[in-house]
Nanobody
Framework: VQLQASGGGLVQAGGSLRLSCATS????????MGWFRQAPGKEREIVAS????????YYADSTNGRITISRDIAKNTVNLQMNNLKPEDTAVYYC??????????????????WGQGTLVTVSS
């Protein structure tokens, strides 16, 4: 599975961005897809994840209702809509995939495939 993340950029605090993760190589059906982020000097952390078959979702507490993960089955794409962005959301955002086995996991080390990352910068 190849992943291509896009949609990052510079936005002012309170603004919105929509990140997309396109999959290729095979359909993403049967995979869990996650969005992670890594800020400078910090560890990579989960933002949200989704089981592509059922649509079951997980959100990190830090999203606080501001972020929505969704899947477009026809396009093999997983999107991350981020609203009311804050400077602390500044990070490189990565999409990742793992076979949908067992529970919907959130640790970065449990994901097998990674996109290249897209930078989100939120100015105050």
């Amino acid at each position: 599975v190849q992943l291509q993340a896009s949609g990052g950029g510079l936005v002012q605090a309170g603004g919105s961005l929509r990140l997309s993760c396109a999959t290729s190589g095979r359909t993403f059906a049967g995979y869990d897809m996650g969005w992670f982020r890594q800020a400078p000097g910090k560890e990579r952390e989960i933002v949200a994840s989704i089981r592509t078959t059922s649509g079951f979702k997980y959100y990190a507490d830090s999203t606080n209702g501001r972020i929505t993960i969704s899947r477009d089955i026809a396009k093999n794409t997983v999107n991350l809509q981020m609203n009311n962005l804050k400077p602390e959301d500044t990070a490189v955002y990565y999409c990742a995939a793992r076979p949908a086995i067992g529970a919907l996991l959130t640790a970065p080390g449990t994901y097998d495939y990674w996109g290249q990352g897209t930078l989100v910068t939120v100015s105050s």
